[in-house]
């Protein structure tokens, strides 16, 4: 398995936040695409930066929490029931 490397100048925690998110990700079988989650969760947090947060574990929460929705739905399974 390669492994995408994510970055922001920005904002150091934002990788930290990427590592947290994917960790979990694989950790709890919810990732199917790997290159799909890696480019989601990425700009997810880039997002994130942009808009200004700082905390590395609300960032990794609100990218596993997007990513559950966005791909839930995608695989037709209800979004809410994760």
Do not use: K
Request: net charge neutral; aromatic share 10%; with cysteine.
């Amino acid at each position: 398995m390669a492994r995408l490397i994510f970055s922001d100048f920005r904002q150091p925690a934002a990788a930290e936040a990427y590592d947290i998110a994917l960790d979990f990700l694989w950790r709890t079988g919810a990732v199917r695409d790997e290159f799909a989650t890696y480019q989601f969760l990425a700009a997810e947090i880039s997002r994130m930066v942009d808009r200004g947060q700082t905390s590395r574990l609300r960032m990794a929460n609100l990218a596993i929490s997007a990513h559950q929705r966005c791909f839930a739905t995608v695989e037709g399974r209800d979004p809410n029931i994760v």
